[in-house]
């Protein structure tokens, strides 16, 4: 039972290129969810899915895309990278949606962007 | 708004003394409230929750929260802490409604041998 698996674990890109952050979980969670980690900031919800075959924005959306391919997948898409998005990106799942569930962290992806 | 502040961004305390993080909360509806605890190059890991009922509540590796709700506040304290316990913790709040937790900004907690 791995939990929440992320990948890659780092990355560092330049500015304009594109890539997908893949994360899974095999604990059966109807949701999930993409953070940002900056320093000082604590974590910034992207986008959640709240079941398979939904998706929604978070509260830092723009510059990205996300992808429920089925109940265990979830992947964020960077079209083009810019220095802002810098940053650690966690991905999350949990048993069902909303704030009463406690949330099941993956070991986080550290992108730099150049 | 809805907000969580954590005041003390570094916390120092010397090994095998007591220990108190603060969190107070800005919520409009019933918040469910949570500690997690991040390893320096690790994901988060959920201490504690509460939800409702007793107000003082017990969490994993010897941590606990008490939920003064006059205070607005959800503070974790541990009775001796160890070096392992040096990490950064995270206060977050959410609702059954709505799929957002609200995170603070961590405290960072740095053990003195």
């Known amino acids: 039972n791995a939990g929440v698996t992320q990948t890659p674990k780092f990355q560092v890109l330049k500015t304009g290129q594109s890539m997908t952050l893949q994360c899974a979980q095999d604990m059966n969670h109807n949701s999930m969810y993409w953070y940002r980690q900056d320093p000082g900031m604590g974590l910034r919800l992207i986008y959640y899915?709240?079941?398979?075959?939904?998706?929604d924005k978070g509260e830092v959306p723009n510059g990205y895309n996300v992808s429920r391919l089925n109940k265990r997948e979830f992947s964020l898409r960077l079209e083009s990278a810019a220095p802002s998005q810098t940053s650690v990106y966690f991905c999350a799942s949990s048993t069902k949606g909303g704030g009463a569930y406690e949330q099941y962290f993956g070991p986080g992806t550290r992108l730099t962007v150049t | 708004a809805q907000s969580v502040t954590q005041p003390d961004i570094h916390i120092t305390v010397s090994e095998g003394a007591s220990l108190e993080l603060r969190c107070n909360y800005s919520y409009g509806a019933t918040p469910y409230l949570f500690w997690y605890v991040q390893s320096p190059g690790q994901g988060l890991q959920l201490l504690l929750k509460?939800?409702?009922?007793d107000t003082l509540v017990q969490g994993i590796k010897g941590f606990e929260a008490e939920f003064k709700r006059s205070q607005s506040s959800f503070n974790l304290r541990k009775p001796s802490v160890h070096w392992s316990d040096a990490a950064e913790y995270f206060c977050?709040?959410?609702?059954?409604?709505?799929?957002?937790?609200?995170w603070g900004a961590g405290t960072k907690l740095i053990i003195k041998p």
């Open positions: 899915s709240a079941s398979e075959g939904t998706t």
């Open positions: 509460y939800f409702s009922g």
């Open positions: 977050a709040v959410g609702a059954q409604s709505n799929y957002q937790l609200i």
